[in-house]
T-cell receptor, first 110, second 113 residues
Framework: DTEVTQTPKHLVMGMTNKKSLKCEQH?????MYWYKQKAKKPPELMFV???????INESVPSRFSPECPNSSLLNLHLHALQPEDSALYLC?????????FGPGTRLTVL | LAKTTQPISMDSYEGQEVNITCSHN???????ITWYQQFPSQGPRFIIQ???TKVTNEVASLFIPADRKSSTLSLPRVSLSDTAVYYC??????????????FGQGTTLQVKP
């Protein structure tokens, strides 16, 4: 299994909702990442987990809450988001010199 | 992390060789140069990585001059399916598992029939 999977593919939520994005990989990679990508812009790093511990938080607002329950799973909990948070959310895992990206979750906040 | 500069867009025709150059004037001694490809609504995909001189794999070549202040991604005989955004990244390969990837603006390659 050489892929990163993300669910759901699409998510529409209101500003008062609580939702979660899920990312999974079974390649044994111990570093996992969340990125946010707006239309026609490059991916922006949000969080980095190393060995299930948060190692980098790129000053992301607290309405985004990451969680790494085990070495294969990465979640991003969403609460009280704003319409400007609408974007493609990408998960990645890394080994050596290469990051493997998932297909992303397209999030729309109404 | 070293900043990269690439052309915003490029056009090519099927069957041609495409060269995309990336400038990274403040590259550090332990930095590697990595290129990713991204199709719309998909995650980026690793293409190639190098440190110096030339690296070739089954999809591309990467040319890095001796001063390492720039690099050129070469795509041989492009097809319509190579239409994508290409990102040049420079950073520490990471002796630990973590390693920040900071994406530049990327080059949108449009391949025409």
């Amino acid at each position: 299994d050489t892929e990163v999977t993300q669910t759901p593919k699409h998510l529409v939520m209101g500003m008062t909702n609580k939702k979660s994005l899920k990312c999974e990989q079974h390649m044994g990679h111990r570093a996992m990442y969340w990125y946010k990508q707006k239309a026609k812009k490059p991916p922006e790093l949000m969080f980095v987990y190393s060995y299930e511990k948060l190692s980098i938080n790129e000053s992301v607002p607290s309405r985004f809450s990451p969680e790494c329950p085990n070495s294969s799973l990465l979640n991003l909990h969403l609460h009280a988001l704003q319409p400007e948070d609408s974007a493609l959310y990408l998960c990645a895992s890394k080994v050596s010199n290469e990051q493997f990206f998932g297909p992303g979750t397209r999030l729309t906040v109404l | 992390l070293a900043k990269t500069t690439q052309p915003i867009s490029m056009d090519s025709y099927e069957g041609q060789e495409v060269n995309i150059t990336c400038s990274h004037n403040n590259i550090a001694t332990n930095d590697y140069i990595t290129w990713y490809q991204q199709f719309p609504s998909q995650g980026p995909r690793f293409i190639i990585q190098g440190y110096k001189t030339k690296v070739t794999n089954e999809v591309a070549s990467l040319f890095i001059p001796a001063d390492r202040k720039s690099s050129t991604l070469s795509l041989p005989r492009v097809s319509l399916s190579d239409t994508a955004v290409y990102y040049c990244l420079v950073g520490d390969r990471g002796t630990s598992n973590t390693g920040k990837l900071i994406f530049g603006q990327g080059t949108t390659l449009q391949v025409k029939p």
